[in-house]
């Protein structure tokens, strides 16, 4: 069974940074595109980024350009880099991954809260 484990979230002030880590067991991480994706309070799941094995990054509007995803496949480990941190980006951060059987794998989640 894939085990993704998320951490780095936390309290920060508007403008503040935060690097989120998502560290991937028992499968091969080095084939597969990984995602974050959010859910703010009351809305839905938000997709926010994906990186594919090789590096090939894409973002949604709403992060482009503050956020970069990256990848250690020697770690297994993906990471998101959120700079100019602001309170619409308040919501729970997910680490996702879909196998080559299209299960679905989930993160449990990380908290991230921007106020000030």
């Known amino acids: 069974e894939v085990q993704l484990v998320e951490s780095g979230g936390g309290l920060v002030q508007p403008g503040g940074s935060l690097r989120l880590s998502c560290a991937a067991s028992?499968?091969?991480?080095?084939?597969?595109?990984m995602s974050w994706l959010r859910q703010a309070p009351g809305k839905g799941l938000e997709w926010i980024s994906s990186?594919?094995?090789?590096?090939?990054?894409a973002y949604a509007d709403s992060v482009k350009g503050r956020f970069t995803i990256s990848r250690d496949n020697a770690k297994n480990t993906v990471y998101l880099q959120m700079n100019s941190l602001n309170p619409e980006d308040t919501a729970v951060y997910y680490c996702?991954?879909?196998?080559?059987?299209?299960?679905?794998?989930w993160g449990q989640g990380t908290q991230v809260t921007v106020s000030s």
């Open positions: 990186i594919s094995p090789l590096g090939t990054t």
């Open positions: 028992e499968f091969m991480f080095n084939s597969y595109h």
């Open positions: 996702y991954v879909r196998d080559s059987r299209l299960r679905d794998y």
